[in-house]
């Protein structure tokens, strides 16, 4: 049998060429897709996380301690880690401060042991805010994951308190507010004497009974915390009985708008007996009745008898 032999080079083979790989594209899964939804970063996110691991493993561990009797111990030891983790007092934001200094505040917030979130006390904060005059109420709060927010809501000054030399503002119940120097005074009613500044709510209460004479009082003296002693802009003084001083000083604002009394010369009113009005001028160191007819139409107004005072009308 004959064999056909070929001459020449053997045919080549060609190289088997890889298959190409396809790239897989990722299709975003539904949890992908509610993360992409949600009104925060991832980075924020991830904290929030953090904080939620990190809360049910200290929770474990206080569990954990409190067999062994150390759960404080514990606790402070978690909540250091999670302030590390991030969660830590670096911004505080203070509103509502209008007249009070708002460094009083951020010293306030910022006094605290650790500056772990956990570990800030709110209701500690708070409780020191309020021992501060000017503040009738606040509240404290985290907003997470790094700042504390405190909202003040402040006293308005009502009045001025002056005691020894002392002006301080105090508000509509007589609490005070801060101290003024006598060039800073504001147009405020003045109150003076010890614990004169708790019977600021009675004395508005004895100016609404007579309120013709409200813009002519200057000043109001708390007498032996018993009484009152008003001082007009005129410069004349009301001495006004411990009971019932609200009925004397209409009785005084009817004499007055029958016949001027303020601003005539006088210089103190005494009220203190129900049947009569005492007057005394500037140099006399004796008081006397102005029902007292031997005084002149140039020393005084004409006389107001005792009827006078009864009804008061003109006698």
Excluded: C
């Excluded at 503002?169 to 800073?184: K, T, V, Y």
């Excluded at 601003?263 to 009220?271: C, I």
Aim: proline share 8%.
């Amino acid at each position: 049998m004959n064999k056909t032999i070929r001459r020449g080079p053997a045919p080549q083979r060609r190289a088997v060429q890889p298959k190409r790989r396809v790239p897989k594209v990722h299709k975003p899964s539904t949890i992908d897709k509610a993360i992409a939804l949600l009104p925060i970063s991832e980075q924020a996110l991830r904290r929030i996380t953090t904080w939620s691991i990190l809360a049910v493993i200290g929770a474990s561990a206080l569990g954990i301690a409190s067999l062994f009797g150390v759960p404080q111990a514990a606790g402070v030891a978690v909540a250091e880690e999670i302030g590390r983790a991030g969660f830590r007092v670096r911004g505080i934001e203070v509103t509502g401060v209008k007249r009070m200094n708002p460094m009083t505040v951020y010293a306030v917030v910022l006094d605290q042991q650790s500056r772990a979130m956990p570990l800030v006390d709110l209701a500690a904060v708070r409780a020191k805010l309020l021992k501060y005059g000017w503040i009738a109420d606040a509240q404290v709060s985290r907003r997470l994951p790094d700042k504390l927010v405190v909202h003040i809501i402040e006293r308005e000054p009502a009045a001025v308190w002056q005691d020894k030399g002392q002006l301080t503002l105090i508000d509509a119940n007589g609490e005070p507010l801060q101290q003024i120097a006598a060039d800073q005074l504001p147009e405020l009613p003045r109150v003076i004497g010890e614990g004169a500044n708790w019977q600021a709510p009675a004395y508005r209460t004895l100016l609404d009974a007579a309120p013709a004479l409200r813009p002519l009082v200057k000043a109001a003296t708390w007498v032996g915390n018993r009484r009152w002693d008003l001082v007009f802009q005129t410069g004349e003084t009301l001495v006004l009985p411990e009971e019932e001083p609200a009925k004397a000083l209409v009785k005084f604002a009817e004499l007055d708008g029958a016949r001027p009394l303020l601003g005539k010369g006088w210089l103190r009113f005494d009220m203190r007996d129900p049947t009569r009005l005492v007057v005394r001028k500037p140099g006399q160191q004796s008081q006397r009745a102005i029902t007292d007819t031997t005084a002149t139409e140039a020393e005084t107004p004409p006389p107001i008898t005792r009827s006078a005072m009864a009804s008061g009308r003109q006698g």
